[in-house]
């Protein structure tokens, strides 16, 4: 799969290979999506063991990459339906850039759109993206990231207190 690379405006300058952009360690257009329930609380998934990197961790609904030529929105509504089995209105909440590197030798460096919505019917877990899920309220996430940091994804530690104040701001 190609990835859009991009500057730090989000101007595209070309595609690559994603595990390539990923071993450079290069800026490419990514996306994060936020769901919760009618009570306020977050869908969080576990990454399946199997993923190629952040394996076994508990990270937002779904995240991933558009496709050249494919709209961001699009790609993550289509991307929450293939991880988590459902779709919902998204909308756009917040951008921001971040750099992670991992054991493997891999590093993300993102521009991440990030897209909130709701949801509260059934969810149908594809068991090669995601092993588990749960919904917690803000609370309940904020403690268990400051007692054990290590069960979350690098991109969701940085994500979430961003989202706080953009939900924050929102009431």
Same mark, same amino acid.
């Given at each position: 799969?190609n990835?859009?690379?991009?500057d730090?405006?989000?101007?595209?300058?070309?595609?690559?290979?994603?595990? *390539?952009?990923?071993?450079?360690?290069? /800026?490419?257009? %990514? @996306?994060?999506v936020?769901i919760?329930? $009618?009570? +306020?609380?977050? =869908?969080?998934?576990?990454?399946?063991?199997?993923?190629?990197?952040?394996?076994?961790?508990?990270?937002?609904?779904?995240?991933?990459?558009?496709?050249?030529?494919?709209?961001?929105?699009p790609a993550?509504?289509?991307?929450?339906?293939? *991880?988590?089995?459902?779709?919902?209105? /998204?909308k756009? %909440? @917040?951008?921001?850039?971040?750099?992670? $590197?991992? +054991?493997?030798? =891999?590093?993300?460096?993102?521009?991440?759109?990030?897209?909130?919505?709701?949801y509260?019917?059934?969810?149908i877990?594809n068991?090669?993206?995601?092993?588990?899920?749960?919904?917690?309220t803000?609370?309940?996430?904020?403690?268990?990231?400051?007692?054990?940091?290590?069960?979350?994804?690098?991109?969701?530690?940085?994500?979430?207190?961003?989202?706080?104040?953009?939900?924050?701001?929102?009431?």
């Amino acid at each position: 799969m190609n990835v859009i690379l991009v500057d730090i405006n989000d101007v595209p300058t070309g595609t690559m290979e994603k595990i *390539e952009v990923h071993q450079k360690a290069l /800026l490419h257009r %990514a @996306f994060s999506v936020f769901i919760f329930n $009618s009570n +306020d609380e977050m =869908l969080l998934q576990k990454r399946a063991s199997t993923k190629y990197h952040s394996p076994d961790l508990w990270t937002n609904a779904c995240c991933s990459h558009p496709e050249p030529g494919q709209p961001t929105l699009p790609a993550a509504t289509k991307r929450l339906m293939e *991880e988590m089995g459902f779709t919902t209105t /998204l909308k756009k %909440a @917040f951008d921001f850039i971040y750099k992670a $590197s991992f +054991d493997n030798g =891999l590093t993300e460096h993102e521009f991440d759109h990030v897209y909130v919505g709701t949801y509260d019917d059934t969810i149908i877990l594809n068991k090669e993206e995601v092993s588990e899920y749960c919904y917690k309220t803000l609370k309940q996430i904020e403690s268990s990231l400051q007692s054990h940091p290590q069960n979350y994804t690098e991109w969701f530690k940085i994500a979430f207190p961003k989202l706080q104040t953009y939900l924050a701001a929102k009431n």
